[in-house]
């Protein structure tokens, strides 16, 4: 056929798309594994084109590969470290356990791509897939190496400072709503009061937390497999050729990178991915909750909670006129629920690595990937949209507070506990106020009343 051209590997001949960079390796793949529909991540595959061109200026400078074939080919790897031929990165996710198939996809387009610069007919193999784009590498070695680089910098890139805006927009919301006195709930139930900044506080906090968690994960996967090769000795590799490669990529990115301390540790294992992937779930279960606690308490706005205004984003019914919805909120809890499940995914993954080599990496690399991306998205949207145009109803939370029974609770060291819970059960039987049961039964002066049931005094300093 006129739209397809033969190519051979070590299994034979192979029919590939006439235009496609790719060969017949990368074809095989691509026939074998029409699983998804979803490629490799593009963030993964432009860590991966930049450790094959930090790669070729090692080759070059340790005399493995001519200047002229090493140009070539370095330039050929940054256009992809760049965003050009993100079409001709075609294999599925769930491809071979190793990501062999996806190695040999990017040693195939730059070999070819390198030709081209050359002014080489595309056919050749003046530059090689095998013999001059993989000099010193194993597919074992690098594939962890790209989920490390690639991990690391969307972490450090986007969603770690995504998250401290957050904390900064929460620290605001706390100092505006400090004075705002409202009912505390605890099992749902009415509990002692407190203030509105202080649950914004607790929110703030637990944001920043979740960031400091994530910059620990980042700085763990800055250790990389390269240098191991196939099974963690470094067969075939020259001894200078990970350090001197792995400088290049941290002079690039800016994060410190470094060779691993373990070869056997780095490739038999993928721990640091699956932490990493603890941390991005820890931050989803904190996102969640204060997600969940915004939606609740902006419920309403006539029989809910109602203590906060949301910001009216977009008509949130097609049958019920001027409903709106807490849609900030559902969205970045959906993201969550997803986060939590690729966490039990890269989870099983981790564990399920043999011997010299986990045989899960496309896996963990993509789940990796989107939900740094999702939660990234998601908290900057909640941030923006949500946060920063919360407003207090400083009168619901005023009427909240004093009908309140858990009131009560200033009362019971002056006057006992079960004198106190008499007071609490009848005024939620009768419908009144602790301040006025407690009045009627004289248990204290108005006086002392007045100081023991201020809800601004009980919220502390």
């Not at 594939?143 to 805006?165: F, G, K, N, Y």
């Not at 409202?182 to 960031?211: I, M, N, W």
């Not at 470094?258 to 989803?284: I, P, T």
């Not at 602790?434 to 039964?441: G, L, Q, S, T, Y």
Request: hydrophobic residues 40%; aromatic residues 4%.
């Amino acid at each position: 056929m006129a739209d397809d051209r033969i190519e051979h590997d070590a299994l034979g001949e192979v029919r590939v798309p006439a235009r496609a960079y790719w060969g017949a390796e990368t074809q095989r793949a691509v026939d074998n594994f029409p699983v998804s529909g979803r490629p490799m991540p593009a963030s993964f595959i432009r860590a991966l084109a930049l450790l094959k061109r930090c790669a070729a200026e090692t080759n070059v400078e340790l005399g493995l590969l001519d200047a002229e074939r090493g140009k070539a080919l370095a330039q050929a790897a940054q256009e992809v470290v760049d965003g050009k031929w993100s079409d001709q990165f075609p294999i599925d996710v769930f491809q071979t356990g190793s990501g062999t198939s996806t190695n040999m996809n990017l040693n195939e387009v730059l070999a070819r791509r390198a030709n081209e610069i050359a002014g080489h007919e595309l056919g050749s193999r003046w530059v090689d897939a095998h013999d001059h784009t993989n000099i010193g590498q194993s597919s074992n070695d690098v594939i962890p190496s790209s989920v490390h680089v690639s991990s690391a910098r969307a972490l450090h890139e986007t969603l770690i400072p995504t998250l401290r805006d957050l904390q900064a927009s929460l620290v605001e919301k706390a100092r505006a709503f400090d004075d705002v006195v409202k009912s505390g709930r605890t099992h749902l139930q009415d509990a002692a009061p407190v203030r509105l900044g202080q649950e914004f506080s607790g929110y703030a906090r637990q944001v920043e937390l979740a960031a400091e968690r994530l910059e620990r994960a980042r700085d763990e996967l800055l250790e990389l497999a390269l240098g191991g090769t196939a099974v963690g000795t470094g067969l075939n590799a020259h001894p200078e050729f990970a350090p001197r490669t792995i400088t290049r990529i941290a002079k690039d990115t800016g994060l410190a990178f470094r060779e691993a301390a373990n070869h056997f540790e780095a490739q038999g294992s993928m721990d640091k991915a699956v932490s990493a992937s603890g941390a991005l779930r820890a931050a989803a279960v904190a996102l969640y909750k204060i997600a969940n606690d915004v939606r609740w308490l902006g419920s309403g706005p006539h029989n809910g909670i109602g203590e906060l205004r949301l910001p009216a984003l977009q008509p949130g019914s097609s049958i019920m006129p001027g409903k709106v919805n807490p849609v900030m909120s559902e969205s970045l809890m959906m993201v969550c629920c997803q986060v939590i499940g690729n966490d039990a995914a890269v989870a099983v993954g981790g564990l399920s690595g043999n011997f010299e080599l986990n045989t899960f990496l496309p896996l963990l690399a993509r789940n990796l990937l989107e939900s740094i991306e999702l939660l990234a998205n998601s908290a900057r949207n909640f941030d923006t949209r949500c946060v920063r145009g919360l407003e207090a109803d400083v009168e619901r939370c005023r009427a909240a507070v004093e009908r309140n029974t858990m009131l009560v609770t200033s009362l019971a060291p002056r006057i006992g506990h079960e004198a106190a819970a008499e007071i609490a059960l009848e005024a939620v039987r009768s419908g009144r106020t602790v301040r006025d049961v407690a009045r009627d039964k004289g248990v204290l002066s108005e006086e002392e009343l007045d100081k023991l049931l201020d809800a601004r005094r009980m919220t502390g300093s």
